[in-house]
Every structure is written in C-alpha cells, then in structure tokens.
C-alpha cells in the first residue's frame, strides 16, 4: 500500500524558534496533503489543505503566517511552525491521496512537536 | 461544516467483554470511515462505509452504516488489551474532495 513518510518524528525547541515538518509520499504523487493538529487525548483538527503549485487553504483560526505550508512537488509538502511558543506543542500529522476525489487518505506517523 | 458526535468519549472495560461505539451527525454522508490511533502514531484506516445500512466485519469488530447515512456504530466483540486505542470516525467534506472530518474519538482501554 501507499506509504507517507513524516519527519521528524519528534522534536524540542526552544521557544522562538522555526520548526520545519517535511511530508512524503513515498510511492505515490499528491496533488493534495492535508495537515491536522492532535492535543494530548483529543481528536484530529485539520488546519490546511496543502495543493502542490499553489497557496496553501488554511481552516478558520489557523494562522497562516505562523504556519507556513510548501508543497512545491507531489511528494513533499512542509509544514514550518514559525517562532514557535510552548501554546503550538502538539502532534502534528500529515495525510495525503494520490487523487484529489474519493480516494483512500495514507497518513504519516505524526510528529510530536514539544516547545520549551 | 459537518459535526461528527461521537460517544462515548471514553470507555474501560475487562477483557472479553463486549462494546459499542457511536458516529452520529445531523448530515448525511457520501461514506464515512473508521481509524484506530495509537499514541505517537497517525490514525490507520479500519474501514470505509458507504452504502445505507451496510454491515461490514473486521474479524472482531463490525461496523453499521445507518440507512439514512447519517450514522454509524462500531461494535467490538470480546475485547483484547490490543483493542486499547483512540477510535475515530471521519467523513469527507461535501464539495471538498477528500478532506476528512473527524469525531471527537473515543478512547478504549481494555484492562487484562
């Protein structure tokens, strides 16, 4: 099956500081990642749809500037937490498709991001 | 936007015993998928329902689709410790491709 590879798998930072997460997809081209957000013992919140070659479509309350998404190829799409602060610890986790309709989502392993 | 409600939001039980898990929304659903979540990993598809009514069997675990696609259940049979986990429903948006909705999830312990 498809397989979506994210890295790091964790990180600490120190507040302040960018954070890069990279989202593969490792035998397949993505036109479409999406990227979520997960608090300790809560469900996923989705926060941007990454589209490769255009502007990122962030959901109501996502910053866009504090988080930056790239997905310059189909098979990678980044998700940079910019000057991050103890508030953005979370897990992150990416998902990806190999169309953009009706078609089975492969999620990464997440990345737990924790900010000191 | 589209609400998945899902309950309960929390369940222990024993080994062997048997549980249910609820979907429920006021919309209705081209289909509606089901994931179990580890800790520190990303959600693995279970299954995905589409049709009205449908039952679909996963060794243990069967899954219903309401007839009016607004609901679905998870029903666990004789229950392992390996059952432990975050199960979440989810749904794609309608017009939005294939972005999901997700449930609040509801976290399984099954003690030995």
């Known amino acids: 099956g498809a397989v979506v590879s994210q890295h790091p798998s964790w990180v600490i930072c120190k507040s302040g500081t960018s954070v890069k997460i990279e989202c593969r997809s490792l035998?397949?081209?993505?036109?479409?990642m999406f990227w979520y957000r997960q608090f300790p013992k809560q469900s996923l919140m989705l926060m941007a749809t990454?589209?490769?070659?255009?502007?990122?479509?962030?959901e109501q309350g996502v910053e866009k500037d504090k988080f930056l998404i790239n997905h310059a190829s189909l098979t990678l799409s980044t998700l940079t937490v910019t000057s991050a602060h103890p508030e953005d610890s979370s897990f992150y986790i990416c998902?990806?498709?190999?169309?953009?309709?009706?078609?089975?989502?492969?999620f990464g392993s997440g990345t737990q991001l924790s900010v000191l | 936007t589209q609400l998945l409600e899902q309950s309960p939001q929390f369940l222990s039980i024993q080994e062997g015993e048997n549980l249910t898990v609820y979907c429920n929304s006021s919309?209705?659903?081209?289909?509606l998928q089901w994931y179990r979540q580890e800790p520190g990993e990303g959600p693995v598809l279970l299954v995905t329902?589409?049709?009205g009514g449908e039952v679909k069997k996963l060794k243990r675990l069967t899954f219903q689709f309401g007839d009016a696609r607004k609901d679905s259940s998870l029903h666990i049979t004789a229950a392992q410790p390996g059952d432990t986990g975050l199960y979440l429903c989810a749904a794609p948006n309608w017009g939005a491709g294939n972005m999901l909705t997700f449930g609040g999830g509801t976290r399984l312990m099954v003690k030995p």
């Open positions: 329902v589409v049709t």
């Open positions: 990454s589209n490769e070659g255009s502007k990122a479509t962030y």
């Open positions: 998902s990806a498709s190999k169309h953009s309709t009706n078609e089975k989502l492969f």
């Open positions: 919309s209705v659903f081209s289909s």
């Open positions: 035998d397949f081209q993505a036109t479409t």
